[in-house]
């Protein structure tokens, strides 16, 4: 029986989060977005307004919550950093400041697993400490969603490694101290044999970033998404992470947690929207009544608080199986999330712009920008489809077919059963009428 209770501590950390979160990081969205990174650890900003706030998070023993209680974690279970990631959803800061921001957070779990003690510390700690940003980079330009077309390769050379090649969309490099490159190690392999990752550091000899990417609108040469070159780049044979040919499982590691955490705090954001819903329900006019009192208004609030319940009770769901079975065994649950995630916020995103009319399509809502982080996420870490395909072969696992022409529904042979065992009753009935 799934669980999803809250022990009334940890429902005083949650209204403590709320709160903290409302009065100290959303003004920080409000004056800083677009303007400040957060991945930019050395400026003023970051200096200024996030570090102080990340050590009263860091006090009140709730910093990095997703990591062990080894890495400074507090153990939390999915379900638990659910309920926090919801309310986390509502800022844009809010990650930063709890110290759960993608990809560091991914990364930093990727290098407690499988680095050395030397590499936790010249790596790890620092960004466990929100000191350096790191990044991933796996995508390539002629293709993401299939590794079989990566051929960013690695071979090794005595005690080193030399990369060769170039990735695409490497969120966040400009700003990284240390990146996670995935490389084909060995081409005449299945590639999920023949890919492995490694760290390697950002000021490495070789690196050559071709043009910082921007999503939407964001104004050309201001993005963070790095289209880079690896020009035989070379790392110590120990950069390799988890081992040769074994990237997936390593990247597994840093995606099963995060999918859920995004989910979440996409669950905060869709609130956000049904709350704007309802605020401009309930005080535009039109034709002389209130929009609230439209049928048409009504139908999308009605569409708008359902999808929101069901979506956070699907997410929930899926954090409670991963806390009884491991993110393996509960990938399916994962993917559905992963796939429902992108669906259910722009659904909600453009139900609220509707309402809103030519107001929520200005650069005066944050409704546009939420828009588009909505449809990045259908296709940033696995486009849905791809996703949609390991909720079907999940679900046909547990299913067979059936010998024969027709299915085991068919009413003819199920009747004619059904009578055959039911013949006296059938014939005494029908000797009665
Ligand atoms: C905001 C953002 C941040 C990102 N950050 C990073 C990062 O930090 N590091 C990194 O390595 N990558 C990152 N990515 C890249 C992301 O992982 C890829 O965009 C994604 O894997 C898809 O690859 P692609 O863009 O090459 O699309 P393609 O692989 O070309 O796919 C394009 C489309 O084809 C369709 N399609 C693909 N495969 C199938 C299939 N099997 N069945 C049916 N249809 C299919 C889908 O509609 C898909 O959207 C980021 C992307 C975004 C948008």
Redesign the pocket.
């Known amino acids: 029986m799934a669980d999803f209770s809250i022990d009334p501590e940890f429902q005083d950390q949650l209204e403590w989060i709320r709160e903290f979160v409302k009065e100290n990081v959303e003004s920080l969205d409000l004056a800083f977005a677009g303007v400040e990174s957060t991945y930019d650890k050395s400026g003023l900003f970051y200096e200024e307004a996030i570090r102080p706030l990340q050590q009263i998070v860091k006090d009140r023993g709730i910093w990095s919550c997703h990591l062990t209680p080894e890495y400074g974690g507090q153990g939390y279970g999915q379900v638990r950093l659910a309920y926090m990631n919801e309310i986390l959803g509502r800022s844009q800061f809010a990650s930063t400041v709890f110290g759960t921001q993608a ?1 560091d957070s991914g990364n930093a779990e990727i290098i407690a697993h499988y680095g050395t003690e030397e590499q936790k510390a010249k790596y790890l700690q620092p960004l466990l400490d929100g000191r350096i940003s790191s ?5 390539e330009p002629q ?4 590794p079989g077309v990566f051929r960013t390769r690695a071979v090794r050379d005595g005690d080193q490694w030399v990369i060769d090649g170039e ?1 695409w ?3 966040s490099l400009r700003y990284a101290s240390f990146l996670v490159v995935m490389c084909v190690t060995d081409p005449d392999v299945p590639i999920y044999k023949g890919m492995s990752m490694f760290l390697v550091p950002a000021d490495s000899e070789g690196i050559e970033v071709v043009r910082n990417v921007g ?1 939407g609108q964001e104004p050309e040469g201001h993005g963070s ?1 790095a289209y880079v070159r690896y020009h035989s780049v070379r790392v110590p044979a120990e950069n390799l992470l988890g081992g040769e040919g074994n990237a997936f499982n390593v990247a597994q590691t840093r995606l099963g947690g995060g999918r859920l955490h995004h989910a979440m705090r996409t669950v905060g954001a869709v609130a956000r929207c049904l709350d704007m819903l309802c605020e401009r329900a309930l005080s535009r006019t039109t034709q002389g009544e209130l929009l609230a009192k439209k049928q048409m208004t009504q139908e999308k609030v009605a569409d708008a608080w359902m999808e929101l319940q069901q979506f956070r009770l699907q997410v929930l769901y899926a954090a409670w199986k991963v806390d009884q079975v491991g993110g393996h065994a509960a990938r399916r649950e994962i993917a559905a999330v992963k796939v429902a995630t992108p669906r259910v916020y722009r659904e909600a995103v453009l139900r609220t712009i509707q309402l809103h009319g030519a107001l929520g399509t200005s650069n005066e809502m944050p409704l546009a920008g939420m828009l588009m982080a909505a449809v ?1 996420m259908g ?5 849905s ?2 996703h949609k ?1 390991t909720v079907a072969r999940e679900t046909l696992k547990e299913h067979s077919g059936i010998e024969g022409m027709w299915p085991s529904e068919h009413l003819v042979e199920r009747r004619a059963a059904a009578r055959a065992e039911h013949a006296d009753l059938l014939e005494r009935i029908a000797q009665d009428l």
């Open positions: 990809p990044c991933y980079s796996m995508t293709g993401g969603a299939d990735k969309f490497s969120s999503v998404h990045t296709i940033a870490d696995g486009p489809e791809v395909i």
